[in-house]
């Protein structure tokens, strides 16, 4: 029987569509609010930043300017601990398999001594939690190398890693390799007889360290490393795979290469340069014979699979049957019990015994990952966008093996104010989840990922959703059942019809549930390639739950944010992604641009709006970008702005994304506001800002990318949505 926490696997044609619509909207996500953020040096600036956070707790002692004076408790996970999230890399240890390390897309690395039975978190406050890969030293289990930045073919939602970071203790501490390479991982290796000797496999080359990670050279540089494994027993002995060039060996260390060539008469030819694409390499020890074999998969769409010959040989590769499976997390991985079959995959995964190629189900998409017992010749673990899943009978079938590995990637959250309590979050590719109030949460089948999610705060049946692989949609059950809302929502352009509008700002009045504000974009294509010839930012509003829309105003840029005002409904502002902020006194029906020759001193994108709960007229904005002006507030309905980033008392924002700001309704001199390095609080109206990540009673905040934060009034909770680490509580 099919797990049921498993979303079916759709057709190949479907997932492929469906992928490159969510890799789009994903980079378009990630990226716009964060310049740079694929560049080492961008990465070691924010890494500077949350260095910077690591001194006494002034901020939570007491020492606020107001409103500091409360009892602060502790932050706590809210889970999911069933949905663990994307695991970029799986490593167990040959002579205690039951360690076992598993790197995780940007919740950094998680450790299980009971073969996954139960996991713990190993980093908190490091500089980069994006794990692109991790490894644990055959010699000592407690010798860990774990390269930040996630790589990989594909858009990711993280910055470039700082370097790589190395523990002695399974974890319990970690320290970054001085000079090591900074940039997006591949692969992790440790020489098999050597801890010293480390290799990292970068978008710049293939690095090594011979000294323990002290310093590090660069022996094969200029190139992108997709892949990289080393001989098990002789260690000198190692293959690249170069994206779009081919495969390399090395004899000798990585002082000198050579292209890998196939002398196999029958044996298929191995493709190289372009035709090769991402490359993706395996090798195995077989346990009865002691010899080692590799495997590659590479081409176009990493379709084409070569073996080695069973006789250990390199020279002599053949060619398995080749499938039509995407390249998108291009996995290869032999069976070191069974000389004759071989794991491949991407989307999907497959197990191929002698050139059969068998669609395994039971899995979560996307594979990246896989780890073999080294006895026990049935049990086997493979890394997913949905966390780790076991095998307990050579592949035939799988269970979820990351209880309580909560690496949960949230794109947006709400939590409901009335009626039944009730948290929704959308996240990267496990769908849309509810949970309510327990860490085991469950998905709504609303959608794939992405996008908003919004309570209607005066009862919390009605929900609405934006998921990318779907049009913006609303449940009246709860999140049991969905609707999909189009009506209105698309505008025709020289006679052609747009797709429904894409939504990323969402409101619903607070005294009446009917009337809906939404902000976003339009977009004409034309074509089979589908280019855009007419793009626009839109207001909509409805009256009537969203079964139906009227747009009411367009606009340059993209709307990214709407806010009512608590103490009159029929105050709306709408911020956009060119900074600009426009106002309704009617409950959305006409609406007018408060700016005057000036769009918020700054062009960045509004990304969050809170309206002052006793007057209207006061509205603070939060901003992506980097400069420094990251909030602004409003005294005068948005016609002026003041900068209330804190540079002028020495307590300012760090220059990253702010994504998302609150007020506290019952203390309104207190804001909080999610970066992308934690939680800042303000406590005189946004004079001066504080770090917010540690909580006075010991639990701590990771330092990962909040996307969302929500007072649940009733609780005096504040919940906060991260990128990598699931959802976390305070009260305050």
């Known amino acids: 029987?099919?797990?049921?926490?498993?979303?079916?696997?759709?057709?190949?044609?479907?997932?492929?569509?469906?992928?490159?619509?969510?890799?789009?909207?994903?980079?378009?996500?990630?990226?716009?609010?964060?310049?740079?953020?694929?560049?080492?040096?961008?990465?070691?600036?924010?890494?500077?930043?949350?260095?910077?956070?690591?001194?006494?707790?002034?901020?939570?002692?007491?020492?606020?300017?107001?409103?500091?004076?409360?009892?602060?408790?502790?932050?706590?996970?809210?889970?999911p601990d069933n949905f663990s999230g994307r695991i970029r890399s799986i490593a167990l240890h040959a002579k205690r398999p039951q360690r076992l390390v598993a790197g995780t897309a940007n919740g950094g690395v998680w450790v299980s001594s009971d073969a996954g039975r139960t996991w713990r978190p190993t980093m908190r406050n490091e500089m980069s939690l994006a794990i692109g890969s991790c490894a644990m030293a055959p010699t000592d289990f407690r010798i860990l190398y774990a390269g930040t930045g996630e790589g990989g073919h594909g858009p990711v939602t993280s910055y470039a890693g700082?370097?790589?970071?190395?523990?002695?203790?399974?974890?319990?501490?970690?320290?970054?390799?001085?000079?090591?390479?900074?940039?997006?991982?591949?692969?992790?290796?440790?020489d098999p007889s050597d801890a010293a000797i480390a290799y990292a496999a970068m978008d710049s080359g293939l690095y090594k360290t011979t000294d323990g990670g002290a310093t590090w050279a660069n022996v094969y540089p200029g190139v992108r490393v997709t892949d990289a494994v080393i001989h098990p027993v002789q260690g000198r002995v190692l293959l690249i795979g170069v994206e779009d060039d081919g495969v390399f060996r090395s004899g000798d260390g990585g002082a000198t290469w050579a292209r890998e060539q196939n002398t196999h008469p029958d044996g298929g030819k191995m493709p190289t340069g372009s035709k090769a694409g991402w490359i993706s390499l395996g090798i195995v020890r077989y346990a009865s014979s002691g010899r080692a074999r590799?495997?590659?998969?590479?081409?176009?769409?990493?379709?084409?699979?070569?073996?080695?010959?069973?006789?250990?040989?390199?020279?002599?590769?053949?060619?398995?049957?080749?499938?039509?499976?995407?390249?998108?997390?291009?996995?290869?991985?032999?069976?070191?019990h069974r000389e004759d079959t071989l794991f491949a995959g991407s989307v999907n995964l497959y197990r191929v015994v002698d050139d059969d190629w068998e669609k395994l189900d039971g899995t979560h998409d996307d594979h990246h990952d896989m780890a073999f017992h080294p006895t026990n010749k049935n049990r086997v673990w493979v890394a997913t966008d949905g966390g780790l899943y076991a095998s307990i009978d050579g592949g035939s079938n799988w269970r979820k093996a990351s209880p309580g590995l909560t690496a949960?990637?949230?794109?947006?959250?709400?939590?409901?104010?009335?009626?039944?309590?009730?948290?929704?979050?959308s996240t990267q590719d496990e769908g849309i989840l509810r949970s309510r109030g327990t860490a085991v949460w469950e998905d709504t089948r609303a959608g794939n990922e992405g996008g908003f999610v919004t309570i209607d705060p005066s009862d919390s049946h009605h929900v609405f959703a934006r998921p990318w692989s779907t049009g913006l949609r609303r449940s009246d059950d709860l999140g049991e059942s969905w609707t999909t809302l189009e009506d209105g929502l698309r505008v025709r352009y020289r006679g052609i019809t747009s797709e429904p509008a894409y939504i990323r700002g969402f409101a619903v009045k607070p005294d009446n549930g009917k009337v809906l504000v939404a902000a976003g974009a339009v977009s004409v294509t034309q074509g089979e390639k589908k280019t855009e010839v007419y793009h626009r930012g839109c207001i909509f509003r409805s009256t009537d739950r969203g079964d139906t829309w009227s747009r009411r105003k367009l606009a340059p840029g993209d709307g990214r944010s709407v806010a009512f005002a608590p103490s009159n409904p029929k105050v709306c502002y709408a911020g956009m992604a060119n900074g600009r902020v426009f106002r309704t006194v009617d409950a959305g029906t006409t609406w007018t641009l408060r700016q005057r020759g000036t769009t918020l001193l700054t062009s960045d994108p509004v990304n969050g709006i809170a309206v002052d709960v006793g007057d209207a007229r006061v509205v603070y904005v939060c901003l992506g970008g980097s400069s420094s002006i990251r909030v602004m507030r409003s005294r005068d309905s948005g016609r002026t702005w003041t900068d209330i980033s804190g540079a002028a008392t020495g307590r300012a924002l760090p220059t990253v994304s702010c994504n998302s700001l609150v007020q506290d309704p019952d203390?309104?001199?207190?804001?909080?506001?999610?970066?992308?390095?934690?939680?800042?609080?303000?406590?005189?109206?946004?004079?001066?800002?504080?770090?917010?990540?540690?909580?006075?009673?010991?639990?701590?905040?990771?330092?990962?990318?909040?996307t969302r934060l929500i007072i649940q009034r009733r609780l005096r909770l504040l919940f906060a949505s991260t990128i990598g680490r699931g959802v976390w509580r305070i009260r305050i």
Request: one cysteine or more; proline letters at 6%; charged letters at 20%.
């Open 1 to 79: 029987m099919k797990n049921p926490s498993v979303r079916p696997a759709s057709a190949e044609a479907s997932a492929l569509a469906e992928n490159a619509e969510s890799f789009r909207l994903r980079r378009q996500w990630f990226a716009e609010d964060r310049p740079g953020f694929e560049t080492p040096k961008r990465a070691t600036e924010i890494g500077a930043m949350v260095a910077a956070l690591r001194q006494p707790r002034h901020a939570l002692s007491g020492s606020l300017p107001s409103g500091g004076a409360r009892v602060l408790r502790s932050w706590l996970s809210s889970g």
């Open 162 to 190: 700082v370097g790589i970071y190395k523990s002695t203790d399974f974890g319990a501490t970690w320290t970054l390799c001085p000079g090591s390479p900074a940039g997006r991982c591949q692969r992790m290796l440790i």
């Open 294 to 336: 590799f495997a590659v998969k590479l081409g176009l769409r990493g379709e084409q699979v070569f073996v080695s010959s069973r006789n250990g040989r390199l020279d002599k590769w053949s060619e398995v049957d080749d499938t039509d499976d995407s390249s998108w997390r291009n996995l290869i991985a032999l069976d070191p």
């Open 408 to 425: 949960t990637q949230f794109y947006s959250l709400d939590v409901s104010q009335t009626g039944p309590f009730l948290m929704v979050g």
């Open 667 to 706: 203390h309104p001199e207190v804001l909080y506001v999610a970066t992308d390095i934690g939680v800042f609080r303000s406590g005189d109206s946004g004079g001066s800002w504080v770090s917010f990540n540690e909580g006075s009673g010991g639990g701590n905040l990771p330092r990962v990318v909040v």
